[in-house]
């Protein structure tokens, strides 16, 4: 089992945390996903899954959620 944590960007409300939810759910070995989110700024977003996930992955399932994007 591997946990993870990433800077998000973009997120300003529920709505977007779903989202970013969703598609990060919808990865490969993903079990659990829960967003600490701070509207307007950086949030975190804490991933459980049966592997380690890639930067690209993870930017890849931000970009389909929406205009979220990891923090630089």
Do not use: K, N
Not at 41 to 53: C, F, K, N, P, Q
Not at 54 to 70: F, I, K, N, R
């Amino acid at each position: 089992m591997s946990t993870q944590t990433f800077d998000v960007v973009g997120m300003t409300c529920g709505h977007c945390a779903s989202a970013v939810t969703e598609e990060l759910s919808a990865l490969d070995g993903v079990s659990t996903v829960s967003v600490d989110l701070v509207a307007g700024g950086t949030s975190a977003v804490t991933v459980d899954a049966s592997r380690e996930l890639t930067t690209a992955e993870v930017a890849a399932a931000l970009d389909e959620a929406g205009d979220y994007s990891l923090a630089p």
